[in-house]
Every structure is written in C-alpha cells, then in structure tokens.
C-alpha cells in the first residue's frame, strides 16, 4: 500500500512473447541491415536538448555528430527526430543492439532505425540545390491576379 492505494506489480513477459503479440497494435520497428554509422531517432520528446541525446548516446561510443532538425515555423524547437551518427559502424551496432528494444525518454518510447546513407549533409545540400534551380529556371505564373484593372 502506498498513501493508501493497492499496487499490483508484474514482472515483464515482453521479451518471451512472439513477434505477433509484441508489435500488436504498435509502430513496427523495421529490421534492417546495418549500411552506415548513423542511426535515425524517432518519437523524441520535445522537451529533450541535443545534449541528452547525445549523453545517452555516447555510453555506447565516440559520437562524431548529433542533429535534432528544427521546425520551419523558427520557433526553435526541434521537429521530433533526430540523427545520430558515430564515428565507427562497430560503436553505432553496439547503441542498436542496447536501445531499439524499449528505450524510454520523458515517457516517449525511442525508435530507432538505421538511416539511409543518402540522408548525409552533401546529399541535403545537392537535393535543395536541385529543388531550388529548377524552380527558379521555371516561369512565374500570373494566374493568380485578379482581371480587374481597377485593384492595381
């Protein structure tokens, strides 16, 4: 009894269920191959700093960056998901094997995948410099302006 109120306690059967019963009505957590020293971090709290990532990160090995993206809205605040990229493929297995499996932050269950090699910094940058010089190449359409000659 605690202030009052009966606690029923039961040990964790998680582990010895089957796949069916464990993924029943969650997120499946894709089991993919291992291509990269980078994982990608899902469900982040919002409330979480770069800076405890990177402390739960880092007892698995020397982290050679962490990027929790921003809101476009500029109001600071990260969008949720992160990376976390190592500096061997060994160190980055080791967090994998420890923390995909239930991994708890403020109450928010971290879901982890290994991210795609494509996701790295040189790749963003060629991507939105694609996205960019073709939209600027393209002509502006004046379809939205109104047929009145008298608003202007």
């Not at 698995?60 to 998901?81: A, D, Y």
Request: charge should be positive; hydrophobic fraction near 35%.
């Amino acid at each position: 009894m605690v202030d009052e109120h009966q606690l029923e306690l039961k040990i964790s059967e998680r582990a010895s269920r089957t796949d069916s019963n464990l993924l029943h009505g969650r997120h499946i957590q894709k089991a993919t191959k291992q291509k990269t020293s980078k994982i990608l971090v899902r469900n982040i709290p919002f409330q979480t700093k770069k800076h405890e990532v990177q402390e739960l990160f880092s007892a698995f090995g020397e982290i050679k960056m962490v990027r929790l993206p921003k809101k476009m809205s500029g109001s600071g605040m990260h969008r949720g998901f992160g990376f976390v990229d190592f500096l061997t493929r060994r160190d980055a297995k080791k967090a994998m094997e420890a923390l995909c499996h239930s991994t708890h932050l403020y109450g928010r269950r971290l879901v982890l995948e290994w991210a795609k090699d494509e996701d790295g910094l040189d790749a963003l940058r060629r991507k939105t410099a694609e996205n960019y010089h073709a939209w600027s190449v393209s002509e502006p359409s004046w379809d939205f302006l109104p047929n009145d000659p008298f608003l202007f």
